[in-house]
C-alpha cells in the first residue's frame, strides 16, 4: 500500500512538471491569467495523486482544471485527463469515464473559443490537438485491460484456494475414516475387557487392580478424545456449521448437566465472519467441556465482547487450578490455539490469580468501509 501511495506521488509529481514545462514554453504573449493558468496546470497534474481512492473525484478534478487552462489560453495537452480516464476505468468506473469523456470532446472546443479564438473551425481543429481521441480510446482500453487482467487473477486465487480447501477438506475425511477403522475398535475392546474384569473381581469380592482401573479409566479418556477428534475432523459441509447464534444452547446444556454456567454479551451486535463465529463457538465448546471433565468447577461464566474490529471471548470458571499448579495443556487447547492463530488472533489460557482458569481470546474481525 505504501508502495502504491509513493509511486501515485511520483506520477503526480511527474504529470504536473510535465505540464507546467509544456505551459512554460508554449509560444504565446503573456497576459493577466497566466498565473491562474500554471496554477491549473500544476493542480491538474498533482490530483492524480488521489487517482486510487477517488477515481471519479479526480476525473472531475483533472476534467475542470483542463477546461480552465485551455480557456485562459494554455494551449496544452490534457494529459493529467487521459490518466484520470484511465485510472477511472481500471476502478471499474466506465460510465463515468464515458460520459465525462463525451462531455469534454464538447467542451474542449468552447473553452478554446473562450481563449480568444474567433471561428469554430479553428477551435475544433485545435482541440484535436489538445484532446486526440485516439489517446482517449487508448487510455479508457489501457484501464479496461488491466482491470480485467487482475480480475482474472483474483479469479484464479479464488481458485486456488477452494481446490486447496476441498483437498484438505478430502484429507481430514480420509484421516478421520482411517482413525475410526484403525483405532475406535481397539480402544473399544480395550475399555470394555477392563470394565468387566473390574465388573468380576468387584462381584467376587476381590480387591481392583490400580493397573486395571487405571487401564479402564484411560480407555474410557481414550474413547472420549477420540470421537472428539473425529467430530472435529468430519466438521465439513455435509454437517452444519456452529457459530455465535448458537452460543447460549452450549451455556444451557452446561446447565442442564450440572454447571451453574452463566453468559454475558456486550457490545453492538454485528455480524461477524463465519469462521470467526465457527472458532468462538468451539471455543466456548471446548472450554466448557474441560470445566466439565477436569477442573472441578461449581460455577462457569462466558463473556463474548463484539469491539470495534475485534471479537473477545472469555470463559472463566472457579476450579481447582491454581496460579502454583497449572494444568498441562491438552489436545482441546492445542486445537484451540491453532484455530485462533489462523485467523490472525490471540489466545491466552492460564490459571487465574484468585483461583481457577481462564481462556481469552481476541479474534479480529474486518468489517468493510
Same mark, same amino acid.
Given at each position: 500500500?505504501?508502495?502504491?501511495?509513493?509511486l501515485d506521488g511520483l506520477v503526480a509529481a511527474g504529470v504536473a512538471a510535465a505540464l507546467l514545462v509544456a505551459g512554460l514554453s508554449a509560444t504565446r504573449e503573456a497576459t493577466a491569467f497566466d498565473p491562474l493558468g500554471y496554477a491549473l496546470l500544476v493542480a491538474g497534474g498533482l490530483a492524480l495523486v488521489a487517482r486510487r481512492r477517488a477515481p471519479v473525484v479526480v476525473l472531475g478534478v483533472t476534467a475542470a482544471c483542463a477546461l480552465g487552462y485551455q480557456a485562459v489560453g494554455f494551449e496544452v495537452p490534457v494529459v493529467a485527463y487521459l490518466f484520470a480516464v484511465y485510472a477511472a476505468?481500471?476502478?471499474?468506473?466506465?460510465?463515468?469515464a464515458v460520459v465525462a469523456s463525451v462531455l469534454m470532446l464538447g467542451a474542449v472546443p468552447l473553452a478554446l473559443l473562450a481563449s480568444g479564438l474567433h471561428t469554430t473551425g479553428e477551435a475544433f481543429?485545435?482541440?484535436?490537438?489538445?484532446?486526440?481521441l485516439a489517446w482517449l480510446i487508448a487510455a479508457g482500453a489501457a484501464g479496461e485491460a488491466l482491470r480485467q487482467a487482475e480480475r482474472r487473477a483474483d479469479e484464479a486465487e479464488r481458485t486456488r484456494e477452494e481446490t486447496a480447501r476441498r483437498r484438505a477438506d478430502e484429507e481430514r475425511l480420509h484421516i478421520a475414516r482411517e482413525l475410526h477403522d484403525s483405532l475406535t475398535h481397539q480402544i473399544s475392546v480395550i475399555k470394555v475387557q477392563?470394565?468387566?474384569?473390574?465388573?468380576?473381581?468387584?462381584?467376587?469380592?476381590?480387591?481392583?487392580p490400580d493397573a486395571l482401573l487405571a487401564i479402564r479409566d484411560a @480407555?474410557?479418556?481414550?474413547?472420549? $478424545? /477420540?470421537?472428539?477428534?473425529?467430530? +472435529?475432523?468430519?466438521?465439513?459441509?455435509?454437517?452444519?456449521?456452529?457459530?455465535?447464534?448458537?452460543?447460549?444452547?452450549?451455556v444451557r446444556r452446561a446447565r442442564t448437566a450440572g454447571l451453574d454456567a452463566r453468559l454475558t454479551i456486550e457490545g453492538a451486535h454485528t455480524d461477524v465472519p463465519v469462521a470467526v463465529g465457527r472458532t468462538a463457538y468451539r471455543i466456548v465448546q471446548e472450554s466448557l467441556t474441560n470445566v466439565a471433565r477436569h477442573a472441578a468447577a461449581a460455577t462457569a461464566s462466558v463473556r463474548i465482547d463484539h469491539r470495534p474490529g475485534a471479537l473477545v471471548i472469555r470463559v472463566d470458571d472457579d476450579g481447582k487450578s491454581t496460579v502454583d499448579k497449572a494444568p498441562e495443556p491438552?489436545?482441546?487447547?492445542?486445537?484451540?490455539?491453532?484455530?485462533?492463530?489462523?485467523?490472525?488472533?490471540?489466545?491466552?489460557?492460564?490459571?487465574?490469580?484468585?483461583? @481457577?482458569?481462564?481462556?481469552?481470546? $481476541? /479474534?479480529?474481525?474486518?468489517?468493510? +468501509?
Open positions: 500500500m505504501n508502495r502504491a501511495r509513493v476505468v481500471r476502478a471499474g468506473h466506465r460510465v463515468a481543429t485545435q482541440a484535436r490537438d489538445v484532446l486526440q477392563a470394565e468387566v474384569a473390574v465388573h468380576v473381581a468387584r462381584k467376587r469380592g476381590e480387591d481392583v @480407555g474410557r479418556e481414550a474413547a472420549r $478424545e /477420540l470421537r472428539a477428534t473425529l467430530e +472435529a475432523l468430519r466438521d465439513d459441509d455435509k454437517n452444519p456449521r456452529h457459530g455465535l447464534d448458537d452460543v447460549p444452547e452450549l491438552g489436545v482441546g487447547l492445542l486445537g484451540m490455539r491453532e484455530r485462533v492463530t489462523a485467523l490472525g488472533g490471540r489466545l491466552e489460557a492460564a490459571p487465574r490469580g484468585e483461583g @481457577g482458569f481462564r481462556v481469552e481470546a $481476541e /479474534l479480529p474481525v474486518d468489517h468493510p +468501509a
